[in-house]
């Protein structure tokens, strides 16, 4: 059973992110960290890997900015990190991104399982999940909150998918790309052993050439990034009169502003 997983490295959440003067985004001296959806996924290959008595791989794709990240699942417990890159190659294209990731995993050859976290949380979006598991050819599994079972002798995976509507149990032959949601799972807190071996780890680079795939033409550019507008904000603070008066004046307030 060889489970694989993705990540990278984002700003934190809390860090102020903003295009400077030459137009391009930054967030200051602020470390980055582990995309925090993937702290569920990275969790869930661990498990799986050692239930299925098989390996777990981390892969980011990308600058040596994502080494961060992939140091960070290595002290959480996954066996095997890899960074793939290619000079040149616009990452923020879903197409590019897919087709990179897609000859990694055909690389290693005997992958069962991918898993990924809801969402990669600076560009909100999780369409490259879906493009790497056509482009594998794979049954894709969305918003995942349960791995039910998995038969590593029959080949199958039993999952709960959350919905709008409620709750919908599947089961799919394996291999599989599946996405999970937070809650799956208690995320563990890499050790003082883990944290040894992530700063000592040398994470190798696969270039498209390793992987033995052309790089797709670009279908999206970015043309400019800009700072949202500032806003002017008002603040009324309501001292006087009792708290039914203080509320039924704040009621009022709100629909004055059309709020309500």
Do not use: C
């Amino acid at each position: 059973m060889h489970v694989v997983t993705f990540t990278r490295s984002t700003p934190d959440t809390a860090a102020k992110v903003w295009v400077d003067d030459d137009g391009n985004v930054t967030w200051g001296d602020v470390a980055t960290v582990v995309n925090p959806w993937d702290e569920y996924s990275l969790e869930e290959t661990i498990v799986q890997a050692k239930n299925g008595g098989g390996d777990a791989t981390v892969i980011a794709l990308g600058s040596d900015m994502n080494n961060d990240a992939l140091k960070h699942s290595i002290a959480m417990g996954i066996k095997n990190a890899i960074r793939v890159n290619e000079d040149g190659a616009d990452f923020t294209d879903s197409i590019v991104w897919s087709t990179l990731a897609a000859g990694a995993v055909n690389k290693l050859g005997d992958v069962d399982l991918v898993i990924f976290g809801k969402e990669s949380v600076d560009v909100g979006t999780d369409q490259h999940t879906y493009q790497l598991a056509r482009k594998l050819g794979w049954t894709m599994l969305s918003y995942v909150s349960n791995i039910i079972e998995v038969d590593y002798d029959a080949k199958t995976i039993k999952v709960e998918k959350t919905l709008e509507q409620g709750k919908q149990v599947v089961t799919a032959q394996l291999p599989a790309v599946i996405s999970v949601m937070k809650g799956i799972n208690e995320p563990r807190y890499p050790n003082f052993l883990g944290i040894r071996k992530a700063s000592k780890a040398k994470i190798p680079e696969w270039t498209a050439a390793d992987l033995g795939v052309d790089v797709p033409a670009t279908t999206t550019t970015v043309v400019s990034y800009s700072n949202l507008p500032e806003r002017e904000v008002k603040t009324e603070i309501i001292e006087d009169g009792s708290v039914d008066e203080q509320a039924a004046l704040l009621v009022d307030r709100l629909f004055e502003e059309k709020v309500l």
